[in-house]
């Protein structure tokens, strides 16, 4: 049976003390009143120690001992943050030990992992959520307020460039950590053209370049175009190789929108609004993301409410992310089985 907190906190164990979590993710506790870290897993026993004295947690032990750790701390949830070929790992555990999961996008590196993921979630009877922190962002969902009203007319183009430099030992440098600009920096722009089309891609194809160094395993750079029905296109690109950037610009028939930076957490995101002529900058106060994220997965665990990006909402990235390393296999444009559109309400 699913464990529920016996106060007002949610309990968390927060699996993996890797660069996220240090500067995101553990910090966002101390920005809501409806979760608390009760437990650390990490394999680094001085990091464990470090970060264990500066939160107040008491319980924390390595990957192996997770079973010990959840039960010794009555552990409510779980925030998975490791590599990404281990999520499917830590939530079945943790499923299996009744706790709610909170995973890291992206997901996991196959389509047969999310799978994997969503079915030991539902056996278990617990919440599965995944950490889309832009879904709780005032900016990003304004952006999808002014789509839905219809301010830029009919969208037709979305375009992007992400990118974020990484460092040769880095785990996103290699291909058994599902490292590569596609898979770890290619969901943020796939999700954001999904929801602010409304739709799901029936097509991909991409192209991609090798990098040098520690980037010679892994796409470092990639570049995307998904099809949608109705004359839509997303095109993007991603880069591991690059200087830190974070943009989007959606085009409709009236007008267009552009947010830059666009994916980040750690500044303020800015709107412009073009309608013929005229063109209108808004600025948005920059909000902890993380806080408000763990505190909507919260909510949904103590109060039943909505619950977020669910599982399927990574599943369905993920898809396309297949798609596109399929194409950079063989050059060739991918069809993607039509499905319903999957979002959650609030993106809808």
């Known amino acids: 049976m699913p464990k529920t907190s016996s106060d007002q906190?949610?309990?968390?164990?927060?699996?993996?003390?890797?660069?996220?979590?240090?500067?995101?993710?553990?910090?966002?506790?101390?920005?809501?009143?409806?979760?608390?870290?009760?437990?650390?897993?990490?394999?680094?026993?001085?990091k464990r120690n470090r970060l264990a004295q500066r939160y107040g947690v008491d319980v924390t032990g390595t990957s192996?001992?997770?079973?010990?750790?959840l039960r010794e701390s009555r552990a409510d949830a779980v925030y998975i943050a490791t590599n990404t070929t281990s999520h499917r790992a830590y939530t079945e555990r943790a499923a299996n030990a009744g706790?709610?999961?909170?995973?890291?996008?992206?997901?996991?590196?196959?389509?047969?992992?999310?799978?994997?993921?969503?079915?030991?979630?539902?056996?278990?009877?617990?919440?599965?959520?995944?950490?889309?922190?832009?879904?709780?962002?005032?900016?990003?969902?304004?952006?999808?307020?002014?789509?839905r009203a219809g301010q830029i007319?009919?969208?037709r183009l979305f375009m992007s460039v992400l990118s974020s430099p990484v460092q040769d030992a880095d785990a996103r440098t290699q291909r058994r950590f599902?490292?590569?600009?596609?898979?770890?920096?290619?969901?943020?722009?796939i999700n954001t053209a999904r929801h602010l089309f409304g739709a799901e891609p029936i097509a991909a194809f991409s192209a991609s370049t090798r990098g040098q160094h520690g980037l010679r395993d892994?796409?470092?750079?990639?570049?995307?175009?998904?099809?949608?029905?109705?004359?839509?296109?997303?095109?993007?690109?991603?880069?591991?190789?690059?200087?830190?950037?974070?943009?989007y610009r959606l085009l409709g028939d009236k007008?267009?929108?552009?947010?830059?930076?666009?994916?980040?957490h750690d500044a303020p995101l800015r709107h412009v609004l073009t309608i013929g002529p005229n063109s209108v900058e808004r600025r948005f106060i920059q909000r902890d993301q993380f806080a408000a994220q763990i505190r909507a997965f919260s909510r949904a665990i103590r109060d039943g409410?909505?619950?977020?990006?669910?599982?399927?909402?990574?599943?369905?990235?993920?898809r396309v992310v297949e798609a596109l390393v399929e194409s950079q296999r063989t050059g060739r444009l991918v069809d993607l089985p039509r499905s319903p559109h999957v979002g959650r309400s609030a993106w809808s």
């Open 64 to 69: 192996e001992e997770l079973e010990r750790v």
């Open 153 to 155: 007319g009919v969208p």
């Open 218 to 247: 892994v796409d470092a750079t990639t570049s995307a175009t998904l099809v949608f029905d109705d004359e839509r296109m997303a095109q993007f690109s991603v880069s591991l190789a690059t200087s830190g950037v974070s943009s």
């Open 305 to 318: 409410a909505d619950i977020g990006p669910t599982g399927e909402e990574g599943l369905a990235d993920v």
């Open 255 to 264: 007008g267009d929108l552009r947010l830059e930076p666009a994916y980040a």
């Open 99 to 147: 706790l709610h999961v909170l995973v890291e996008k992206p997901m996991a590196p196959s389509v047969d992992d999310c799978r994997a993921m969503i079915a030991s979630c539902k056996a278990a009877g617990v919440k599965l959520m995944v950490a889309y922190r832009l879904h709780f962002d005032e900016a990003s969902l304004d952006a999808i307020t002014i789509v």
């Open 178 to 189: 599902a490292g590569g600009a596609a898979h770890d920096l290619g969901v943020d722009p």
């Open 9 to 46: 906190r949610v309990r968390y164990a927060v699996v993996g003390l890797g660069h996220i979590s240090q500067t995101a993710v553990l910090p966002a506790f101390e920005q809501t009143n409806d979760a608390e870290i009760c437990a650390l897993v990490s394999r680094d026993e001085a």
